[in-house]
Nanobody
Framework: QVQLLESGGGLVQAGGSLRLSCAASGSGFSNNVMGWYRQIPGKQRTLVAIIRSSGNINYADSVKGRFTISRDNANNTVYLQMNSLKPEDTAVYYC??????????????WGKGTLVTVSS
């Protein structure tokens, strides 16, 4: 019922920056988690950053200090500011939202993904 539309991916040089956006439409959650995952071909999808309904944030160790996740609850939009990009950040980035149950959360809806390519 919820649709997620990502934007902002593209090609960037190492050391550069990109900002990903994900807008949710349809029936929204009152208590929802929103986050970003990424996937490299042949490997499993992994967490990049997630922001809970409480506002608490978790980052993958590999992106700490470089990426910043934020959300605009009024517009049901989540952002991922990516700075100091490295070639190993190259992946398809997926937006995710799910019900936040407090001690755990669901991953109920996914965007189609946006490709980020970092050249060296």
């Amino acid at each position: 019922q919820v649709q997620l539309l990502e934007s902002g991916g593209g090609l960037v040089q190492a050391g550069g920056s990109l900002r990903l956006s994900c807008a949710a439409s349809g029936s929204g959650f009152s208590n929802n988690v929103m986050g970003w995952y990424r996937q490299i071909p042949g490997k499993q999808r992994t967490l990049v950053a997630i922001i809970r309904s409480s506002g608490n944030i978790n980052y993958a160790d590999s992106v700490k200090g470089r990426f910043t996740i934020s959300r605009d609850n009024a517009n049901n939009t989540v952002y991922l500011q990516m700075n100091s990009l490295k070639p190993e950040d190259t992946a398809v980035y997926y937006c995710m939202t799910g019900r936040d149950y407090g001690n755990y959360y669901g991953m109920n809806y996914w965007g189609k993904g946006t490709l980020v390519t970092v050249s060296s």
